[in-house]
């Protein structure tokens, strides 16, 4: 056994931060959280997020989110910006040689998805997470390790609510919200989406669209429906996968419940971040193994271009009232 003279320290990794609005003050303080981590440096050009992100975890304070993400003092950063600008700061960090977990869609179009994927292969590494994060959830976690024992995929259900949801545009809905339930279909069946149908209810007269649904056909030829609501009234999401010989379901957090009143309550919430807090303390801690072993685990960028590519399929087919083919490109070895 080695003496304990003869450890080596661990060294703190050096993390950034560029967008600290719910979503990146919430990684800010999952990271500071951790052994061996310091958020050294969040980046808002909203200033008051900034400052108060940082006064948090320690953190000193910028509004340049590109500059942190282009810095060569980081040994990770936390992409967590409005969604348009993923593929630039990601690619700002790439050119860097710094890792980085881009929360998630990876990009808003097929093309600027692609452009990430590019930078990548250009550098010949792969050091971008794409934050997906229900692939760390413990109950998605078991349903992808039961899978076997159910045999053939005959079809599955996703279901995701968004509660109290402010109306929004048809493409921020799927690309959004929609594309975790597209990543779930990819990750738990290793399958592809072969073609799309979508049905979207709207515009509601503020504008906006709120409920998708989308019936697709995989390669394998097994279905899965993915239905989504904004106007719910609790957070919700859970994924059945029905198998020739049994079938599998995605459980909610476990809460305590309560009797009242006559009633039988359990207490979901309205947001994500109760629901699926532990899968993104999980996600950011093995972000944060992985860039010890310098590398890159989970989502892949080439997870996040395949991805956009479904959401475009399911945007094109909401409006053209048509069934929409999904046809991928090869592969490229670097995601194999
Ligand atoms: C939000 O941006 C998220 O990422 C949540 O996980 C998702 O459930 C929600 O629908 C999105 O709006």
Same mark, same amino acid.
């Given at each position: 056994?080695?003496?304990?003279?003869?450890?080596?320290?661990?060294?703190?990794?050096?993390?950034?931060?560029?967008?600290?609005?719910?979503?990146?003050?919430?990684?800010?303080?999952?990271?500071?959280? &951790?052994?061996? @981590?310091?958020?050294? =440096?969040? $980046? !808002? /050009?909203?200033?008051?997020?900034? #400052?108060?992100?940082?006064?948090? +975890?320690?953190?000193?304070?910028?509004?340049?989110?590109?500059?942190?993400?282009?810095?060569?003092?980081?040994?990770?950063?936390?992409?967590?910006?409005?969604?348009?600008?993923?593929?630039?700061?990601?690619?700002?960090?790439?050119?860097?040689?710094?890792?980085?977990?881009?929360?998630?869609?990876?990009?808003?179009?097929?093309?600027?998805?692609?452009?990430?994927?590019?930078?990548?292969?250009?550098?010949?590494?792969?050091?971008?997470?794409?934050?997906?994060?229900?692939?760390?959830?413990?109950?998605?976690?078991?349903?992808?390790?039961?899978?076997?024992?159910?045999?053939?995929?005959?079809? &599955?259900?996703? @279901?995701?609510?968004? =509660?109290? $949801? !402010? /109306?929004?545009?048809?493409?921020? #809905?799927?690309?959004?919200?929609? +594309?975790?339930?597209?990543?779930?279909?990819?990750?738990?069946?290793?399958?592809?989406?072969?073609?799309?149908?979508?049905?979207?209810?709207?515009?509601?007269?503020?504008?906006?669209?709120?409920?998708?649904?989308?019936?697709?056909?995989?390669?394998?030829?097994?279905?899965?429906?993915?239905?989504?609501?904004?106007?719910?009234?609790?957070?919700?999401?859970?994924?059945?996968?029905?198998?020739?010989?049994?079938?599998?379901?995605?459980?909610?957090?476990?809460?305590?419940?309560?009797?009242?009143?006559?009633?039988?309550?359990?207490?979901?919430?309205?947001?994500?971040?109760?629901?699926?807090?532990?899968?993104?303390?999980?996600?950011? =801690?093995?972000?944060?193994?992985?860039?010890?072993?310098?590398?890159?685990?989970?989502?892949? +960028?080439?997870?996040?271009?395949?991805?956009?590519?479904?959401?475009?399929?399911?945007?094109?087919?909401?409006?053209?009232?048509?069934?929409?083919?999904?046809?991928?490109?090869?592969?490229?070895?670097?995601?194999?």
């Amino acid at each position: 056994m080695a003496s304990v003279e003869n450890e080596r320290p661990v060294r703190s990794l050096r993390i950034g931060v560029v967008g600290v609005g719910g979503m990146g003050a919430f990684h800010a303080r999952t990271l500071a959280g &951790l052994g061996g @981590v310091d958020v050294v =440096a969040v $980046a !808002d /050009p909203h200033e008051p997020n900034a #400052v108060a992100t940082a006064e948090a +975890v320690g953190a000193e304070a910028f509004t340049d989110p590109l500059a942190l993400a282009s810095s060569e003092e980081l040994d990770g950063v936390v992409i967590a910006s409005p969604d348009a600008t993923h593929p630039e700061l990601a690619i700002a960090a790439l050119e860097r040689g710094t890792f980085v977990l881009c929360e998630k869609p990876l990009a808003t179009t097929v093309g600027d998805a692609r452009r990430v994927v590019d930078a990548e292969l250009a550098l010949g590494r792969r050091l971008v997470q794409v934050g997906f994060m229900r692939q760390y959830d413990p109950a998605h976690v078991q349903v992808a390790a039961a899978l076997p024992s159910i045999g053939r995929i005959d079809y &599955l259900r996703a @279901v995701h609510r968004n =509660a109290g $949801a !402010d /109306p929004r545009p048809l493409e921020r #809905v799927v690309c959004q919200s929609m +594309v975790h339930d597209i990543h779930s279909v990819r990750f738990l069946t290793g399958e592809e989406f072969a073609a799309v149908t979508a049905f979207a209810s709207g515009p509601f007269p503020s504008g906006g669209y709120r409920h998708v649904l989308a019936v697709c056909t995989l390669t394998s030829g097994a279905h899965a429906s993915l239905e989504f609501d904004d106007t719910a009234f609790a957070y919700e999401v859970s994924v059945e996968v029905v198998g020739a010989d049994g079938d599998l379901l995605t459980g909610g957090p476990v809460r305590a419940t309560r009797r009242h009143g006559g009633s039988l309550d359990v207490h979901l919430g309205t947001d994500w971040f109760g629901w699926f807090a532990e899968a993104y303390r999980i996600q950011d =801690a093995a972000w944060i193994a992985s860039i010890r072993e310098n590398r890159t685990s989970g989502p892949s +960028v080439w997870d996040g271009y395949v991805a956009q590519m479904v959401v475009d399929a399911v945007i094109r087919s909401s409006t053209s009232g048509r069934t929409e083919p999904v046809e991928l490109p090869e592969r490229p070895d670097l995601y194999a």
